[in-house]
């Protein structure tokens, strides 16, 4: 797979592209089955295969009510990966794409500068200059310069439309379950192991600290989860939060990791957080001695939880 952030640097021309576009935030059954119409795309007419996506994404860089990021975009291009894609299209959304008129994107960026031959994109697709261009208007520029266009609905099995948004809301109801279903895997948070305080490897409880930068977590409290490492993968238990025990101020938010029966060093590395429970919600405690008893009951807890858990 070959990431390209900027289209200039595309020169391939010996064949034409089959690509779907979107956020693919999350990577559920929904976009599965875009690529897979991509995908089928590009095999019937000996096509290149490729997934166009922006980052920051649309609502993020416009600043308002920015939803809850369930993938990063290390997680989206490891799942492209994962689908044998040929190229992955990364385009910065700043103000000149923001302001691009929906029939430039298609003659101009499609057409001229991609060579695109197919173009999927999900059932709610919209582009253009504020958004205003939806389904209809991109098969008709697209039918203009030869370009194929098709949308796909992604459905779960009781029919119900799978969306991000609607997973958000899943998993901000710790209804991992359905969230499971509605993802074709378990969530998960993924990220690099950073130095934190050591506040909790003195109390007697150590964890792998992950920022989660940019992204708005949906989740916050004390979770039962598994974790994978370069070491293996190993029970444990989560917080999300604002450690208001330790801290009186608002800081930003982040995820602690304390991992069972686990004593090497990860800090550079990544880990993968799969949450299985939710146990509680984050409180603050008048004191250490407090927060320490309560660790302790949530430990018990989740080891229960987690008895017969298999990923």
């Known amino acids: 797979?070959?990431?390209?952030?900027?289209?200039?640097?595309?020169?391939?021309?010996?064949?034409?592209?089959?690509?779907?576009?979107?956020?693919?935030?999350?990577?559920h059954q929904g976009h599965r089955a875009v690529i897979e119409a991509m995908h089928k795309k590009a095999r019937e007419q000996n096509l290149y295969s490729a997934v166009m996506i922006f980052e920051p994404q649309p609502l993020e860089f416009f600043g308002k009510a920015v939803p809850a990021r369930l993938y990063s975009l290390r997680d989206k291009l490891r799942a492209f990966a994962s689908?044998?894609?040929d190229f992955v299209f990364c385009i910065k959304f700043d103000r000149s794409v923001a302001e691009l008129d929906a029939k430039s994107f298609v003659k101009v960026i499609l057409h001229k500068k991609m060579n695109v031959k197919s173009v999927t994109v999900g059932s709610l697709f919209t582009f253009g200059c504020g958004g205003v261009a939806g389904l209809q208007e991109l098969k008709s520029y697209c039918s203009e310069v030869g370009i194929e266009a098709d949308a796909i609905l992604g459905v779960a099995s009781d029919n119900t439309r799978i969306s991000s948004t609607m997973i958000r809301a899943l998993i901000a109801q710790s209804d991992f379950a359905t969230a499971k279903e509605m993802l074709g895997r378990h969530y998960a948070i993924s990220g690099r192991v950073v130095h934190g305080n050591a506040i909790g490897r003195t109390i007697g409880f150590p964890t792998a600290n992950v920022n989660l930068n940019r992204q708005v977590c949906p989740l916050k409290g004390v979770f039962a989860v598994m974790v994978k490492t370069v070491y293996g993968q190993y029970k444990g238990m989560a917080n999300i939060g604002l450690r208001p025990t330790i801290y009186e101020h608002k800081i930003k938010s982040i995820l602690e990791v304390n991992i069972f029966d686990f004593d090497k060093d990860l800090y550079g590395t990544h880990i993968e957080v799969i949450f299985i429970k939710k146990v509680r919600d984050e409180q603050k405690f008048p004191d250490l001695t407090s927060l320490m008893a309560q660790i302790k009951a949530d430990q018990r807890s989740v080891?229960?939880?987690l008895e017969n858990c298999k990923l």
Request: hydrophobic letters at 40%.
């Open 303 to 305: 080891s229960y939880m």
């Open 83 to 85: 689908c044998n894609v």
């Open 1 to 27: 797979m070959r990431l390209y952030r900027y289209l200039s640097d595309f020169k391939i021309k010996d064949k034409q592209v089959a690509l779907a576009i979107g956020n693919f935030d999350g990577f």
